[in-house]
């Protein structure tokens, strides 16, 4: 059991990472009152962006282009949020309308602009290479689990959580942020600007769900074909699952990392390998729907998720 553990782990951490990024950048946008479905199309965007700057800049700079398409995904991924925050913000548009209008327009735009490129309509890239941490992999229980077959990107994710949890309960700005998904007409009677303070979150939640798109295609994936295989809705679902918290965000996303790991690689587990490939493969898609309705009673969303602010009314 130990050695499938420890065979699995780096996959299972490797599915996850892309997630929990993603999850983070959805969670700006409800504390902040703004539900935004649109985490899948924003992935695309970014995987997109990611890949086309790699594609035009690894003859020059070879291995820093990877990182220059980490930014380019993470500016791609907020410049195309703008959508979003403008027709629910400034216009007052049903957010999850729009959020599907995202989704949508992402992944026709991206496929076009690709076959424009490449003919083909897919871009593939070479990938960061896994490598292990020097000393620390040398920890029991937890050295071969998390410090060894490694991506430079898990540790990149680690400061998005960490800078997630600090900006939300550490700075004026996240308590004003997870204000406005309260109560915001009490902020505004503060002084302060909800609409700026949404704006912000969703931008926010853009450049981290594209970023999050550009790591699943430099690690375990390595081609844009205009899809993220559902991991946006997914990272949704975790949101929900994680009750809007990040630690409760990465404990989420961690198990379905592991879920869908062992899920893919069943058949090579003698223990699962009578269990029928299709229940298996689908076990993270099920286990997802229990969780939210099991948690759809118990939930704490922000009270003033989803409602459009309206300056002025009680």
Request: net charge positive; aromatic share 12%.
């Amino acid at each position: 059991m130990w050695e499938l553990l420890q065979q699995i782990s780096p996959y299972a951490i490797a599915f996850s990472v892309p997630l929990l990024v993603t999850a983070i950048g959805g969670l700006y946008s409800e504390r902040s009152g703004v539900v935004n479905i649109g985490l899948e199309g924003l992935m695309v965007v970014g995987s997109f962006a990611a890949a086309f700057t790699i594609y035009l800049l690894e003859p020059l700079i070879h291995g820093l282009a990877l990182w220059a398409g980490l930014a380019a995904a993470a500016l791609a991924g907020a410049l195309f949020s703008l959508l979003h925050a403008v027709s629910c913000i400034s216009f007052q548009a049903n957010q999850v309308i729009s959020g599907t209008a995202i989704n949508m327009m992402a992944g026709s735009l991206t496929l076009f602009i690709a076959r424009n490129i490449t003919g083909s309509g897919n871009i593939q890239i070479l990938p960061f290479t896994r490598f292990d941490v020097p000393v620390l992999r040398e920890w029991p229980v937890v050295g071969p689990l998390f410090f060894t077959n490694t991506y430079v990107t898990t540790w990149l994710a680690l400061a998005v959580l960490i800078m997630a949890y600090f900006v939300l309960y550490k700075t004026v700005f996240g308590l004003r942020l997870r204000a406005c998904g309260e109560h915001p007409q009490a902020v505004a009677s503060a002084g302060v600007g909800v609409s700026f303070i949404r704006y912000t979150a969703v931008v926010i939640s853009g450049g981290c769900a594209g970023l999050g798109g550009a790591i699943m295609l430099t690690t375990y994936s390595g081609e844009f074909n205009g899809t993220v295989f559902g991991l946006g809705f997914l990272a949704l679902a975790a949101l929900i699952f994680g009750q809007w918290k990040p630690m409760g965000i990465l404990g989420a996303t961690l198990f379905f990392g592991f879920a869908s790991t062992v899920a893919t690689s069943a058949q090579a587990i003698p223990a699962l390998s009578q269990i029928p490939a299709v229940a298996l493969k689908t076990f993270p898609y099920i286990v997802t729907l229990v969780v939210l309705v099991l948690f759809s009673k118990t939930s704490q969303a922000p009270r003033a998720s989803g409602q459009p602010f309206e300056p002025g009314k009680r």
